[in-house]
């Protein structure tokens, strides 16, 4: 394995430890509700990622108009993300909402890399992505024994997750392609996001009331922002020039299993044994990226020149 794919997956395995938080965060402000922190989280987020790029956005400007469609297409998906996300933690608890959102992203990123880029997949991808969706079952299964009307809940949010899942794997694919045509990290991930950002602003301000009504739920807000999505982006970013979009969203599943964790050890949610079982599957999903060759070659990031690049018509 190269340093720098080395650095890009321990770049992207903080991230998840950062964004396994934001679960049993969000159970701090049981008065704010999922739209509400998802717009506050990202939104905020997004728009920071957006601000500090301001000088590589200038910069880019020519070449993020000729891409423009691809832009659009990842700042809506990261403005639909946060908002089935967090709706499908409500609705089936922290552990099996960010299960199912973080376990189908491998698979529709490797999806959109095969049948987009015809991009082979390896068997390596292919082992840890199925130790993967093995783990994430077991711990949905451990929590599938409750009455019908709890049955129902996680279900309905299941299938949030599973939106959710699609959304972060097609932002993570839009950036990656973007660093691939040559924009620089900064400027992939900052017209992205903040795009994205500004997006989710009607949804805060229609929803965010809550977030303001205490300190407390102010705190939380503030941290999501600050923390998991802001800070956790940017080192998401620094892992995606480094490694395809289907190994790093298989990466993050590291973040469904501190989630659990979290969730048992803080919010009180239980785990049987299947679900103990289905976090040691997750745990050889990183052991097998760690010691795999890379699936394909990952872009290094670029300023091409100016005059090369064709402005939008």
């Known amino acids: 394995m190269t340093r720098g794919r080395l650095a890009g997956i321990g770049a992207i395995t903080v991230t998840s430890?950062?964004?396994?938080?934001?679960?049993?965060?969000?159970?701090?402000?049981p008065d704010a509700g999922p739209l509400a922190?998802?717009?506050?989280?990202?939104?905020?987020?997004?728009?920071?990622?957006?601000?500090?790029?301001?000088?590589?956005?200038?910069?880019?400007?020519?070449?993020?108009?000729?891409?423009?469609?691809?832009?659009?297409?990842?700042?809506?998906?990261?403005?639909?993300?946060p908002l089935?996300?967090?709706?499908?933690?409500?609705?089936?608890?922290?552990?099996?909402?960010?299960?199912?959102?973080?376990?189908?992203?491998?698979?529709?990123?490797?999806?959109?890399?095969?049948?987009?880029?015809?991009?082979?997949?390896?068997?390596?991808?292919?082992?840890a992505a199925t130790l993967g969706i093995i783990g994430s079952a077991l711990l949905c299964l451990s929590k599938m024994t409750g009455p019908a009307e709890a049955t129902a809940s996680t279900l309905a949010g299941m299938a949030l997750g599973l939106v959710a899942g699609g959304t972060y794997a097609t932002y993570s694919w839009v950036a990656h392609r973007l660093m691939g045509q040559g924009l620089g990290r900064a400027a992939s991930m900052g017209s992205v996001f903040g795009a994205g950002g500004v997006l989710l602003l009607p949804?805060?301000?229609?929803?965010?009331?809550?977030?303001?009504?205490?300190?407390?739920?102010?705190?939380?807000?503030?941290?999501?922002?600050?923390?998991?999505?802001?800070?956790?982006y940017l080192l998401f970013g620094f892992g995606l020039a480094r490694v395809s979009a289907s190994t790093a969203t298989t990466v993050t599943l590291a973040e469904p299993a501190i989630a659990a964790v979290l969730a048992?050890?803080?919010?009180?949610?239980?785990?049987?044994?299947?679900?103990?079982?289905?976090?040691?599957?997750?745990?050889?999903?990183?052991a097998?990226?760690?010691?795999?060759?890379?699936?394909?070659?990952?872009p290094t990031p670029r300023q091409p020149a100016p005059q090369r690049i064709p402005a939008a018509s």
Do not use: C, D
């Not at 430890?17 to 402000?29: D, M, N, P, Y």
């Not at 890399?113 to 390896?122: D, G, I, K, M, Y």
């Open 17 to 29: 430890v950062l964004w396994g938080t934001t679960g049993t965060a969000a159970t701090f402000a």
């Open 37 to 81: 922190i998802g717009s506050a989280a990202l939104g905020i987020g997004g728009i920071l990622q957006a601000l500090i790029a301001v000088p590589a956005l200038r910069s880019a400007w020519p070449a993020l108009r000729a891409n423009l469609r691809l832009i659009l297409l990842g700042a809506a998906a990261v403005a639909v993300y």
């Open 84 to 127: 089935a996300f967090y709706s499908s933690m409500h609705l089936a608890g922290v552990a099996v909402g960010s299960v199912v959102s973080l376990a189908s992203a491998p698979l529709a990123s490797g999806l959109l890399e095969r049948l987009v880029e015809r991009r082979p997949l390896s068997r390596w991808w292919m082992l």
């Open 203 to 232: 949804v805060l301000l229609a929803t965010g009331g809550p977030l303001l009504a205490s300190s407390g739920t102010f705190t939380v807000a503030a941290y999501m922002a600050l923390v998991p999505m802001f800070l956790g």
């Open 264 to 286: 048992v050890l803080i919010v009180g949610e239980r785990l049987t044994s299947l679900g103990w079982m289905g976090l040691g599957a997750i745990a050889l999903v990183l």
């Open 288 to 298: 097998v990226l760690a010691v795999a060759p890379t699936n394909g070659t990952a």
